[in-house]
């Protein structure tokens, strides 16, 4: 590797386990040198996080409540501490409940539609705004979204409505935020076989068929997703922000199936 991170220092957010995307960009970070910080949620979850954090040699885990001010001003105030400023934050962050993951979108509840969009995109605004703070020499915000924030994906439903919502915070961030050289981006990979993509109806018929008709015949890893993040996160990415990166094989150009799975 080519150390692009030594010397940097970040916040990422949403490992569960070791099929997470949040750890495959936590690895690709670590690999290029930088020095990483991990939130969790509740004690399960730590114990989960806890062993893969010291396999990149981290001992900085915060337990985090998105949805609780007290919570994340502890967690920005654990960092200030430690470490007084921050270069990087990972936002890999998104709710539903699973019960609303099939079916028809129209039949959404508004309890889980106000809960699904504090979670999956306030929450970065409200990361954005305190990581900002501890970015006096600029720096990288990255959130992860999903194609089915602007193309109709079945049962995809609220999610996609959040995601869509995320996406439009992510250029406003970058607007507010460029002056002090922080940069905000998202990236969109094609489905992956998660903890949180397993939650939707019929993932697995949607991850053969991405796989199936993508231009590379492909999804996408978390090799292929961490790299890009990688990417963001260093001095390469110095004049990137308010893009939404897509890493899915290629499959959003397509307008159709290719001519062989029609």
Known sequence: MAELMKGKRGLVMGVANERSIAWGIALALAAEGAELAFSYQGEAFGKRVEPLAASVGSDFLVDVDVTDDESLDACFGALKDRWGT????????????????????????????????????FSFIDVARRASDLMPQGGSLITLTYGGSNRVTPNYNVMGVAKAALESAVRYLANDLGPQKVRVNAISPGPMKTLAGAAIGGARATFRHTEENAPLRSNATLASVGGTA????????????????????GFHVLGMPQQENL
Not at 92 to 116: C, H, P, V, W
Not at 230 to 249: P, Q
């Open 86 to 121: 921050m270069d990087f934050l990972v936002h890999a962050i998104a709710y539903s409940d699973k019960n609303e993951l099939t079916g028809r979108f129209i039949n959404t509840s508004r309890e889980n539609f106000k809960n699904s969009l504090a979670i999956s995109c």
């Open 230 to 249: 990688a990417y963001l996160c260093s001095d390469y990415g110095a004049d990137t922000t308010g893009e939404i990166i897509r890493v899915d094989g």
